[in-house]
C-alpha cells in the first residue's frame, strides 16, 4: 500500500515566524508531488507542485524535495494568521493518474 | 480560472436511497476524480475516468458506481445509501498529463 505520511498536528507558529510542514511518501517511483492548502469547511487548493530534487520558491512559500530521502517540505515564510489551515501532501504515484494525499497537517498561526 | 461545481453543498438521504452527486468542469480537462473526506483519513479515492466513458476504480470503489457520458460532466452514484456512506465528496478535475488537481466545492452528505 502506497503511503504518504504527515504530522497532523496541531503546528502553532508565532506571526512573522517561519512555518514548516513535513511529508514522506514510500513510492520511489513517484515524480509528481504537491502541496494543497485547506481551509475549514472549503475545499483543497492547490498551492505549489514539485518535480525536481531541490527547492522551488514561489512567494513566501518554499517547496523542498528529496527523493533519496522520499521527503517533500513546504515552508512558508513571514506566517500570517491567514495562513492557518490544514495543508495537504499529495504525491503522484506510479507516473499514472493516481495521487495520494497524506491526512494533512493543521497550521495556526497566531497574531 | 478553472472552475469545477458540484450539484449541491448540503444533501440529507436515507438509508437505501439512491443518490445521483454531479460535478462539471469548464476547463476541458480529460481527468475526473471522485473521493470522500473523512476526520483522519484524508482523501480517498473513489472513481477517477481520464476519457468519455472510461472509468476506473479507486481505492474505496465499494457501493459506488460512476458515469461520465460527457467530457466535462462526471457523476457519483451510491446505489443503496448506507449511513457509512455520510461524508464530505470532492470532485476533481485535471489535464490528461499534468497531475495538478483543482476540486470543486464538495458535497456534504448526510445519511441517515
Known amino acids: 500500500q502506497k503511503e504518504v505520511e504527515q504530522n497532523s498536528g496541531p503546528l502553532s507558529v508565532p506571526e512573522g515566524a517561519i512555518a514548516s510542514l513535513n511529508c514522506t511518501y514510500s513510492?520511489?517511483?513517484?515524480?509528481?508531488f504537491f502541496w494543497y492548502r485547506q481551509y475549514s469547511g472549503k475545499s483543497p487548493e492547490l498551492i505549489m507542485s514539485?518535480?525536481?530534487?531541490g527547492d522551488k520558491e514561489d512567494g513566501r512559500f518554499t517547496a523542498q524535495l528529496n527523493k533519496a530521502s522520499q521527503y517533500v517540505s513546504l515552508l512558508i515564510r513571514d506566517s500570517q494568521p491567514s495562513d492557518s489551515a490544514t495543508y495537504l501532501c499529495?504525491?503522484?504515484?506510479?507516473?499514472?493518474?493516481?495521487?495520494?494525499f497524506g491526512a494533512g497537517t493543521r497550521l495556526f498561526v497566531k497574531a | 480560472d478553472v472552475k469545477v461545481t458540484q450539484s449541491s453543498r448540503y444533501l440529507v438521504k436515507r438509508t437505501g436511497e439512491k443518490v445521483f452527486l454531479e460535478c462539471v468542469q469548464d476547463?476541458?480537462?480529460?481527468?475526473m476524480f471522485w473521493y470522500r473526506q473523512d476526520p483522519g483519513l484524508g482523501l480517498r479515492l473513489i472513481y477517477f475516468?481520464?476519457?468519455?466513458?472510461?472509468?476506473e476504480k479507486g481505492d474505496i470503489p465499494e457501493g459506488y458506481s460512476v458515469s461520465r457520458e460527457k467530457k466535462e460532466r462526471f457523476s457519483l452514484i451510491l446505489e443503496s445509501a448506507s449511513t457509512n456512506q455520510t461524508s464530505m465528496y470532492l470532485c476533481?478535475?485535471?489535464?490528461?498529463?499534468?497531475?495538478?488537481?483543482?476540486f470543486g466545492p464538495g458535497t456534504r452528505l448526510t445519511v441517515t
Open positions: 476533481a478535475s485535471s489535464f490528461a498529463r499534468q497531475y495538478e488537481q483543482y
Open positions: 513510492d520511489r517511483g513517484s515524480q509528481s
Open positions: 514539485i518535480y525536481s530534487n
Open positions: 499529495a504525491v503522484n504515484v506510479g507516473g499514472g493518474f493516481k495521487t495520494i
Open positions: 476547463m476541458d480537462h480529460e481527468n
Open positions: 475516468s481520464y476519457d468519455v466513458k472510461m472509468k
